[in-house]
């Protein structure tokens, strides 16, 4: 197992334990069991649905991938495109310390590519054949050094991590927050459990969509640098006109499930970019340039 598996651990204990802490110090855990929640199975609920969730899915990443994609993996090059490719990413692995990941090409008219897998020597690296055809040589090498780079970065562990952070804090805080309500509402100690059920229900979608918020922050710092990193691969040029390239194409088309492990997030927005996976080209390639 790599160190950000054990890290993702590490962390998932330390988040157990500091709602454990803060609970106890404002005697949440008291009024909890009063109302006939307790607090060990409390944290362990959050951990499963939060954590576990989250960990299965990035232990099935690489699956999921070509699943929703239809990405097929080189096994053989059967063709000079392959070849290249094959080539392209040993090169760049090598460059950035990690281990040979699987090489897949799948079909789709947009420019586009993605990274995922369990770990730095566990991964896979795909791109579009619209990437393939639409991308010079120097273009299509930065997007694989920014792919090489999440992968060399450890993101997507990383973005799991935090995941599953923001994920038991919803599910741990929406029943706390439901309790009380319930409670509230509840005459005569007689709880029906609809207040509970209704509010459980309304807090976690509230405070879903500020995780969100969140771990789109932090997708989208992850952003700059893979692009760094690809600049530093393939060169700040390349970089820069396969990012160009990406403005001039229509948006990439990945399933949602990966879009935030693709290179082309989508368009800039106002609202909307709070939930975006991708900062807008224009400041990725501003960035860039003062590199």
């Not at 947009?110 to 991308?135: H, K, Y």
């Not at 997507?156 to 038991?168: A, D, E, P, R």
């Amino acid at each position: 197992m790599s160190k950000r598996i054990v890290l993702f651990l590490i962390t998932n204990l330390a988040v157990l334990l500091l709602l454990s802490i803060v609970t106890r110090v404002l005697g949440v855990d008291r009024f909890l069991v009063a109302n006939g929640l307790n607090l060990g199975t409390l944290l362990a609920f959050a951990a499963v649905i939060g954590f576990g969730g989250s960990f299965i899915s990035l232990l099935m990443s690489k699956w999921l991938a070509k699943m929703s994609t239809g990405a097929q993996v080189i096994v053989s090059p059967g063709n000079a495109t392959e070849r290249w490719l094959l080539d392209t990413v040993r090169r760049q692995a090598q460059l950035a310390g990690v281990g040979m990941p699987e090489v897949a090409i799948y079909e789709g008219p947009e420019i586009n590519a993605f990274a995922t897998g369990a770990s730095r020597n566990n991964s896979l690296v795909a791109v579009s054949t619209g990437l393939l055809q639409q991308m010079t040589p120097d273009e299509a090498e930065a997007v694989i050094g920014h792919e090489l780079t999440h992968v060399a970065n450890g993101d997507m562990v990383t973005l799991t991590l935090i995941q599953g952070v923001v994920n038991t804090f919803v599910v741990f805080l929406s029943r706390i927050i439901a309790s009380i309500v319930d409670g509230s509402v509840s005459r005569d100690n007689q709880r029906s459990g609809m207040a509970y059920m209704v509010t459980t229900l309304v807090c976690q979608l509230v405070l879903g969509i500020f995780a969100t918020m969140i771990v789109m922050w932090f997708s989208r710092r992850r952003e700059f640098r893979a692009d760094a990193g690809g600049a530093h691969l393939a060169g700040t040029p390349s970089m820069i006109a396969a990012l160009q390239r990406l403005q001039a194409a229509q948006d990439g088309a990945l399933p949602a499930q990966m879009a935030a492990f693709g290179i082309n997030g989508g368009s800039d927005g106002t609202l909307r970019e709070l939930f975006m996976s991708h900062p807008p080209l224009e400041r990725r390639i501003a960035a860039l340039r003062q590199l």
